[in-house]
């Protein structure tokens, strides 16, 4: 059965941290992003990679980084958190243009 | 932005109505694609309609694509409680990128 999963379900951090947010898919997919959620804003992207080592920005890049050293795991660095990015993460993967998967979500918290 | 629009924002019905919610999008499209959202998890997928199709079905679900007005409906037929969900449309122009709209919070009371 197909899986993409993410690290934590809940998180709370202070702000000035490093985030690291985990997210690793078991179908070999290409493609995986990484979407943040806020109400009455619907899914923003983040980032896209296309293959590992490959990224490529999305709406919403600034105060975020990311890194996909494999292929079944791509990891979103918020490099110093702030109370802006207290949001809900959701990864996702697909293969070319298919349907994608996601994971649970991490709902974040920077106090 | 790429981001496109769903609307209504929300919509409440009673079961057994049919529920239509639409989107908008803004650049040419490869497909597209619907995902519902459960309250506080994941998005699934639902349906995927090309952009050579003008209408598709799955099971109660009926999608259309307008690519001359850039738009896309989702009717849901007689909806039941457990449909209450928020909705998304989301596209892919010339890359694999995959962009989502704003949603529509469903709610099919009893």
């Known amino acids: 059965d197909v899986k993409v999963t993410q690290s934590s379900r809940y998180l709370v951090k202070r702000t000035g941290e490093k985030v690291f947010l985990e997210c690793v898919q078991d179908?070999?997919?290409?493609?995986m992003f990484w979407y943040r959620q806020d109400p009455g804003l619907g899914l923003r992207l983040i980032y896209f990679?296309?293959?590992?080592?490959?990224?490529e920005k999305g709406d919403i890049p600034e105060g975020y980084s990311v890194s996909r050293e494999k292929k079944e795991r791509f990891s979103l660095i918020l490099e110093s958190a702030s109370t802006n990015q207290t949001s809900m993460y959701l990864c996702a993967s697909r293969q070319g243009r298919a349907e994608a998967f996601f994971g649970q979500g991490t709902r974040l918290t920077v106090v | 932005s790429q981001q496109g629009e769903e609307d209504p924002q929300a919509l409440s019905i009673q079961e057994g109505e049919n529920a239509t919610m639409n989107c908008s999008y803004k650049?040419?499209?490869?497909?597209l694609q619907w995902y519902r959202q459960n309250s506080g998890r994941g998005l699934v997928h639902l349906i995927l309609i090309r952009s050579n199709e003008r209408e598709k079905h799955s099971g109660r679900l009926r999608v259309t694509l307008d690519t001359s007005k850039k738009s896309s409906s989702l009717l849901i037929t007689a909806s039941r409680a457990a449909d209450t969900a928020s909705y998304f449309c989301a596209t892919d122009a010339h890359t694999d990128k995959l962009i989502f709209g704003t949603g529509t919070r469903l709610q099919v009371f009893p």
């Open positions: 990679s296309y293959d590992v080592k490959m990224k």
């Open positions: 650049t040419s499209i490869n497909n």
């Open positions: 179908m070999d997919h290409e493609n």
